[in-house]
């Protein structure tokens, strides 16, 4: 079983996040982290170019996916990452891949929530299965998800640019999380509408 993690990253915190999602991915016993680095280099014309990445992605079981917010949304690299994945939009290849989503911001409250979101639209786009954080916010007896979202991991750069402590052991949890649920069953959709004609 293969979860994953692909990543857009400008001064290292969301590598660093992708990384602890891949170690929390690879305690889950059978299962293998697969980290995969959007690159700047990869955009031409504003257009993602990197067919190799996107059946790497192809061939995992889930998908964690993990931008910096910048301005509020996802970075133009992973947007454009994004843009690239329309052709298996058409064919359901990601149909029913267990998916999950991280970010991290300079403020607490920096419209990080926003990126969550948009990962969340976009693995739905794809008839994807989202998984959350089931830990509660102030609430956990390890301090983890200190800024409390649930659609995902929220994170806040420290103030000498690092990621804090927490956030790196929340990080570990969600790809602990996603490669149990995604343990319990490779859920693949057909993609035919069998429903049709039954009402
Ligand atoms: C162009 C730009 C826009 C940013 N916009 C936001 C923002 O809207 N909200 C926020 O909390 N942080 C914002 N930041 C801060 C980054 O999200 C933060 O530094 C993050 O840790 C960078 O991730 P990286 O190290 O993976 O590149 C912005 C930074 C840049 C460079």
Redesign the pocket.
Known sequence: MKIGVVYY???????TLAQAVAAGVRTIQGAAAVPLEIMGTDIEEGRYKNEQLLQQLDACNGIVFGS?????SVAAPFKAFMDATSERYGTRAWAGKVAAGFT????PS???LNTLQTLNVFACQHGMLWVGLDLPGGWDAHGRNRLGALSGLVAQ?TEDGKVHHLDRLTAMYLGERVARIGAVGAIRQDSSPQCIGQA
Do not use: L
């Open positions: 990253s400008a001064t290292g915190t969301t590598a910096p917010t910048f301005m509020g991290i911001g300079g403020s920096g419209d990080q750069q």
